[in-house]
């Protein structure tokens, strides 16, 4: 998402306001794509990490 945002910044710059997608576009694609993607991948990390890595811990350590 960073590269994104940051080369869709640099083409605003550098083509002078002529490429398509504004930064307020990008940024609402950007805030999306984090919403609806790496939020839920987080949440079930942090499942995984909380309940299956402690059961995992004690079937190798028994």
Do not use: C, H, W
């Not at 002078?16 to 987080?42: C, E, N, W």
């Not at 909380?50 to 079937?59: C, D, E, N, R």
């Amino acid at each position: 998402m960073g590269i994104f945002l940051s080369l869709t910044i640099l083409k605003n710059i550098f083509s002078r306001g002529s490429y398509d997608m504004g930064v307020g576009d990008a940024i609402r694609q950007a805030g999306k794509t984090f919403i609806f993607v790496i939020a839920p991948l987080i949440l079930v990390a942090a499942v995984i990490e909380s309940f299956v890595t402690p059961l995992l811990a004690t079937i190798f350590i028994m």
